[in-house]
């Protein structure tokens, strides 16, 4: 689930820039950038695009870890509820919680 909530602010930011750009009235071609500003801007999207892989990664990894810590294979398939789904004033154990 990261992951995905990771891509999703990244696509609303890359698309917040490219709105920025179309506000600027010269073409693309006119549009001066010195050699460290096109550098820098290689290096940011590298890195975005490392971490956005690193963030996949990390995300099919994770229920092989958590079926192996419960002792279970690690192909085991885990049904996940969204935390906004779950009943409010319960506690684990199906209970009244304790103020």
């Keep these: 689930m990261g992951a995905k909530r990771y891509l999703h602010h990244?696509?609303?930011?890359?698309?917040?820039?490219?709105?920025?750009g179309r506000g600027c009235t010269?073409?693309?071609e006119q549009r001066l950038a010195t050699k460290p500003d096109?550098?820098?801007a290689t290096v940011a999207r590298t890195?975005?695009?490392y971490d956005?892989?690193?963030?996949?990664?990390?995300e099919d990894i994770a229920p092989g870890h958590l079926a192996t810590v419960l002792?279970?294979?690690?192909?085991?398939?885990f049904e996940v509820q969204e935390i906004k789904e779950l009943a409010r004033g319960r506690n684990l154990s199906g209970g009244p919680s304790k103020p």
């Design 38 to 40: 096109v550098l820098e």
């Design 47 to 49: 890195q975005y695009d």
């Design 71 to 77: 002792g279970l294979p690690p192909g085991t398939t």
């Design 26 to 28: 010269k073409p693309a």
């Design 52 to 58: 956005l892989q690193a963030a996949i990664g990390a």
């Design 10 to 20: 990244s696509d609303e930011a890359l698309a917040s820039r490219t709105e920025r």
